[in-house]
């Protein structure tokens, strides 16, 4: 086994709400179960369902703006900002913007869907 991973080619995670998501590192990209590392691209107008996360996250906006409401809070992510949550908060996540949200996003442990908790 080798002491590195080497992406060239991400895995894109298939959606239906016209979310671009990039897996660099991850369960869906290379198995990886401590952490993922993923580029997203959320449209305007997008938004999910609220979550409650097994997993901390951070988000790092690249361009755009991003709201995240967080227990009840509401946050909006500007470029070259960032917001660490922890895991058990309640989260929804959503560009309510005219631009699209360019962002990274990075899991511990990784991002999976059984782990992510969102609400119908």
Request: with cysteine; net charge negative.
């Amino acid at each position: 086994m080798k002491n590195y991973f080497h992406q060239s080619q991400p895995f894109v995670v298939p959606t239906t709400d016209g979310k671009l998501i990039e897996e660099h590192l991850g369960l869906a990209s290379n198995g990886e179960s401590r952490l993922s590392v993923a580029h997203m691209v959320a449209p305007p107008g997008w938004s999910e369902p609220h979550q409650t996360p097994q997993f901390d996250e951070v988000t790092i906006v690249i361009s755009g703006k991003k709201q995240i409401e967080i227990d009840g809070e509401i946050i909006v992510l500007s470029a070259g900002e960032s917001l660490f949550t922890r895991a058990g908060s309640r989260i929804k996540y959503s560009n309510p913007f005219e631009e699209p949200a360019n962002y990274w996003s990075i899991c511990t442990p990784a991002f999976s869907i059984d782990a992510v908790n969102r609400e119908e």
